[in-house]
């Protein structure tokens, strides 16, 4: 019973540190390649973690970078889940200088709390992106 405490699936600690909303989209996540634990991406959910081990994967646009401290042994609040690892992310870059990737840019952008825009608007932003089927 011991040995089992000292290792943990890491879909299942991706979830009981709640970095995924649910046990199955981190298989997922696993399973795409999308977590790299140790310098080797990972392709298979069954794969074991220990304390000390290091993962890298994308939250978002964000990178985020931890370092498995605790195994967990279920899925608790967020200050408990917060306990089994350390953050070692990069600092997060501001919204403007995330959207100049090209494929997330919007190619107009409303002021905060400006509502929504006018029909008369509404056209001239489908005009400027190129979209004619609402004319």
């Not at 081990?53 to 279920?74: I, K, N, S, W, Y």
Request: glycine residues 8%.
């Amino acid at each position: 019973m011991k040995e089992q405490a000292e290792k943990l699936r890491i879909d299942k600690w991706l979830w009981h540190a709640r970095f995924y909303k649910t046990r199955s989209l981190a298989s997922k996540a696993c399973q795409a390649g999308h977590i790299v634990l140790n310098g080797q991406s990972v392709s298979k959910a069954s794969v074991t973690v220990v304390a000390g081990d290091r993962l890298q994967f994308f939250q978002g646009p964000h990178l985020r970078v931890v370092e498995v401290v605790a195994l967990g042994e279920r899925r608790g609040p967020a200050p408990e889940a917060q306990a089994l690892y350390a953050d070692h992310s990069p600092p997060r870059t501001p919204k403007k200088e995330v959207a100049s990737d090209i494929r997330t840019a919007p190619l107009a952008e409303r002021d905060a709390g400006a509502g929504r825009p006018t029909k008369a608007e509404r056209r001239a932003l489908d005009r400027l992106r190129g979209d004619g089927s609402n004319e």
